[in-house]
């Protein structure tokens, strides 16, 4: 692999970003105040001003990636390799468990159960806690975490990054994307710094989510299953508990506690599906999964482009896709570090469609088994979701499994290590982008993991134990990165045609 200089470290670029959300953890304990009004306001124009933007940039980046996939583009090989790193179980594993991981648990449970019991806008004129109403709220959930969710996390991107990188040498860092337009220039200098800033804090801010999430979600578990007090203290300590496992992980490395991690946890999430299946309702899951997907693809260009209720789409949509795009810069890098040898056709295919097909399955496991547990006995989901919020989602569902005294704790450990796995191997990447190698140094590893912890509670802080304050916090720094990810539409099929006719596949 092409490395900078062994354990060298873009000092401005580390400076920028780290700097930046240390001051927000300065000014937080100085001025709470001042600080929630900010990330309001700013979460508030981003809605506003971004929200069509970013559902142009998704649509497009899925539609771009399929046609490089399925047109001779797809036959190049990547990373100048013929064969594959990794093996696809292993590859798929550290994919998914990276960014399924970061809120899918969370929201696998909660969103569905929400939007049966509020129809979405954009479903029309349905009766809630209807039966009517579980097809179009399971393929509301598929539309925010599916083919568009995945395709601009590390897909065309990746292409560029990985031409960049392999191709003509450049780092591992965000900067590598704009090669084609600036070439050489782009190595070096303010503009270059700034990119990988804006990129680092935007990824950061999607790590700390997660990290934020699951301190509501497992200190509701806590007092669930072990009657342990649901406070912040409590959230507090899981998070502390995050940062150290998650630290300890992405000190080892890439192939060893972060690739051991991610199998380990896709091995206990099958292991629960199967579970579910047999001893839950399993045939109420794998009907509404055809049905809940059926209805998706169906609705899937007006979901995608729905933009009446602006308030609806500032609390769902835009909030996802401005969590997917500041993932968007980190995720190119980790795919191209671990997916040389693949072919394009391969990278793009499994991120944008099988995951996406996956993780629709996994939200039907979990959130389907909240819905059919609310119409056979109503108020058993709903009654904790209105009393505690989407935090107290998973549990309710789980208390309801046969043998849930194992079984939530089970689902509270994969909570917990999937969330550390997205927070290793997030604290692993930015160190790469800091520092433009493969193998980047420990103390730069377990600097980004406490920090990303640290803002995490902070904004527990400020959104008092909820979830709103991590959102919108998500939300403002994803805007300097959809500029970023922008020019990708184009650049990728460029980039693929000029391998293409170096590897003999067409000509000029």
Not at 52 to 73: C, E, P
Not at 131 to 151: C, K, N, T, Y
Not at 416 to 430: A, C, E, H, Q, R
């Amino acid at each position: 692999m092409l490395q900078n200089k062994q354990g060298r470290v873009d000092w401005p670029v580390f400076g920028i970003s780290g700097g930046a959300l240390l001051l927000f953890v300065v000014f937080a304990i100085i001025d709470i105040n001042s600080v929630t009004e900010f990330v309001n306001t700013g979460f508030a124009w981003a809605a506003k001003y971004f929200g069509a933007f970013w559902q142009f940039l998704m649509l497009a980046t899925f539609i771009v990636g399929l046609y490089l996939a399925l047109s001779k583009y797809g036959n190049v090989k990547m990373g100048n390799l013929d064969k594959p790193e990794l093996g696809l179980y292993k590859w798929l594993s550290i994919i998914m468990a990276t960014l399924l991981a970061g809120g899918g648990v969370f929201w696998a449970a909660a969103e569905p159960i929400t939007h049966f019991l509020t129809v979405p806008p954009s479903q029309g004129d349905l009766d809630a806690g209807t039966r009517e109403a579980i097809a179009p709220a399971l393929a509301q959930s598929f539309m925010h975490w599916g083919f568009l969710a995945w395709a601009i996390l590390g897909t065309v991107s990746a292409v560029v990054m990985m031409y960049g990188h392999y191709q003509k040498g450049m780092p591992l860092k965000p900067r590598t994307l704009l090669y084609p337009i600036f070439g050489e220039k782009i190595r070096t200098g303010w503009f270059a710094t700034i990119v990988d800033a804006f990129s680092i804090i935007a990824v950061a801010a999607g790590t700390i989510g997660p990290i934020g999430f699951l301190g509501t979600q497992a200190s509701y578990g806590l007092q669930t299953i072990f009657n342990i007090p649901n406070n912040f203290y409590s959230q507090l300590g899981v998070i502390g508990a995050v940062v150290l496992i998650s630290t300890i992980s992405a000190v080892t490395g890439l192939y060893k506690g972060i690739q051991k991690l991610s199998n380990f946890n896709v091995r206990l999430a099958i292991g629960l599906i199967f579970f579910v299946l047999i001893f839950g309702p399993g045939l109420f899951i794998i009907n509404q999964y055809v049905a809940g997907f059926g209805h998706y693809l169906q609705e899937f260009l007006e979901m995608s482009t729905y933009r009446d209720d602006r308030g609806w789409l500032g609390a769902w949509t835009v909030f996802f896709w401005g969590w997917f795009i500041g993932y968007g810069p980190m995720m190119a890098i980790l795919v191209s570090r671990i997916s040389r040898g693949r072919s394009i056709r391969q990278i793009i295919l499994s991120i944008s469609v099988l995951a996406p097909v996956i993780s629709a399955f996994w939200f039907t496991v979990l959130g389907g088994s909240g819905i059919h547990f609310e119409l056979e006995n109503p108020g058993a989901i709903s009654g904790p979701l209105a009393e505690a919020g989407n935090a107290a989602a998973m549990f309710a569902i789980t208390e309801q499994f046969p043998l849930a005294v194992i079984i939530s704790p089970l689902f509270l450990i994969l909570t917990i290590l999937f969330v550390v796995t997205t927070s290793d191997s997030m604290s692993y990447t930015i160190a790469m982008a800091v520092t433009g190698e493969g193998d980047p140094k420990p103390w730069v590893r377990i600097f980004w993991s406490l920090l990303m912890g640290a803002v995490a509670a902070i904004l527990l802080i400020i959104g008092n134990g909820g979830v709103g304050a991590l959102q919108n916090f998500i939300v403002v720094t994803a805007v300097p990165v959809s500029f970023l990810l922008l020019p990708m539409i184009w650049l990728a099929p460029r980039v693929a045609k000029e391998m293409a006719v170096t590897q003999g596949i067409m000509k000029k």
